[in-house]
């Protein structure tokens, strides 16, 4: 697809904005609602099946035991929360610049259209964290699944070996699984495109192996990104530049895992309450120092403290970040602004969050419970890759027979390419909570039977 000449330089946030509903198209009206699409759209998310899975989905501890610390779910519901402030905030922010303009009326839903897009961000997920995607990634890279490249195009091949989680979650939301309706989840064109951080196919990745949506999802995506005016990046018809409303949600994502990542590992005493506090005080210029200690000596609970921080930290990083939007808006509407907003905030709280990162780094996400779930995550997530693409490359065979009864009935198992029949597996796998992906594990391999 070759842009036109007359593509415009900028994009616009009265065709960013709207409600038109994917797979949907012939019933969408622009009139107004008591609850708008925008509310629709995160009901709908949060009332879905998928989204109440992430409870039992891994984001970088451990599942609870007697402490309870966060899963894909509770990020997830943090997440949209920080988002629907930060697209409120820049809503209101921007709204004498708009003001008698088309854009006026639209501008208002950014809180609702950031928070949705939030909800939806980790669906695509598979379980056991980020772990479960290199695993799927590197079945095909470095195991059995090398073994199909040949049969397969090169933008197949791709979206295998540079699985991403990000268009795993616009396939589950656009794509019409047997048995369901079209348009998937059928969310309006606005909430779909601010989830997909990177807008090209996955044979254009960078060396970080990310992409936006697989080969089966393209013409879909390029039907919303069209229609929203998104600006194309180059000539090639598969890489677009983001919508304005992904800095937002990236944003509070940013903000979210790094401070309550941090927030868990106190709870875990990975660090101590003194390291946390340290931390995160960090973050505050000198002359907010006094007022803030004067309040943790209201509270001597050591959660309570750290708690009353965190809640500091982000809503300084709120107030950044949405700065920086309002600041760089026309760089954002024109597709060049570089890197993500958290990179550019000031000095104090970016060496802060920057310090933060490192000591992730080293004392959690490479602690001993979670490079055990990241062990087990591939192993398990690898032998039900195995089990499933025999399965549905030889159906007729009895051991396959009885893996696929286990499919539910909307993957497609049985699909025409060889491309579909995979997906089908990955679909399932994907889908999974850990302790589903776990149960079966056990009893493919005879370590668990019904109980007699």
Not at 125 to 147: C, D, M, Q, V
Not at 190 to 209: H, M, N, R
């Amino acid at each position: 697809m070759m842009p036109n000449k007359d593509t415009p330089k900028r994009m616009s946030w009265e065709k960013l904005i709207t409600a038109k509903r994917f797979g949907m198209e012939e019933f969408h009206d622009e009139r107004t609602h008591t609850r708008t699409d925008f509310q629709r759209d995160y009901d709908r998310l949060i009332f879905s099946a998928p989204f109440r899975r992430l409870q039992n989905k891994t984001q970088v501890f451990p599942l609870p035991g007697s402490i309870f610390v966060h899963n894909r779910l509770t990020h997830s519901l943090e997440v949209s929360c920080v988002g629907r402030s930060l697209g409120t905030n820049v809503a209101v922010a921007l709204a004498p610049k708009y003001t008698g303009t088309p854009a006026e009326e639209k501008l208002p839903h950014m809180g609702s259209i950031v928070a949705a897009a939030c909800l939806a961000h980790d669906l695509g997920n598979p379980p056991f964290g980020h772990s479960g995607e290199r695993a799927i990634a590197t079945y095909f890279s470095e195991g059995k699944g090398l073994a199909l490249k040949d049969m397969l195009s090169d933008w197949e091949w791709n979206d295998f070996t540079h699985f991403e989680g990000n268009a795993n979650a616009f396939r589950l939301l656009t794509h019409q699984f047997t048995g369901r309706r079209k348009g998937g989840f059928a969310l309006t064109y606005s909430t779909l495109a601010s989830i997909v951080k990177y807008p090209y196919a996955s044979t254009l990745s960078t060396k970080k192996g990310k992409s936006g949506f697989f080969c089966s999802e393209c013409d879909d995506f390029r039907r919303v990104a069209q229609d929203l005016g998104l600006l194309p990046d180059g000539d090639s018809g598969l890489r677009f530049h983001r919508h304005p409303l992904v800095y937002l949600v990236e944003a509070a994502d940013d903000i979210c895992y790094q401070i309550m990542d941090i927030e868990d590992a106190h709870k875990l005493k990975l660090l101590t309450t003194n390291q946390t506090k340290e931390l995160l005080l960090e973050f505050f210029e000198p002359e907010k120092l006094p007022h803030i200690h004067e309040v943790l000596k209201i509270a001597d609970d050591r959660n309570e403290q750290i708690a009353y921080l965190r809640s500091r930290v982000i809503g300084l990083l709120i107030d950044e970040c949405s700065q920086l939007f309002v600041d760089h808006e026309e760089e954002l509407l024109s597709g060049t602004f570089e890197g993500c907003l958290i990179d550019r905030i000031s000095e104090t709280p970016r060496k802060a969050y920057a310090h933060c990162s490192k000591v992730a780094w080293d004392k959690i996400y490479r602690s001993n419970d979670v490079l055990d779930i990241e062990l087990a995550g591939n192993r398990i997530i690898t032998e039900l890759l195995d089990k499933l693409i025999d399965a549905v490359l030889y159906p007729d065979k009895n051991y396959s027979q009885l893996i696929l009864n286990k499919v539910p009935q909307q993957y497609e198992t049985h699909a025409a390419t060889l491309y579909g029949k995979v997906q089908a597996a990955i679909d399932y796998i994907s889908g999974m909570t850990d302790v589903y992906a776990l149960d079966l594990y056990r009893k493919i391999n005879g370590m668990s039977l019904p109980a007699v």
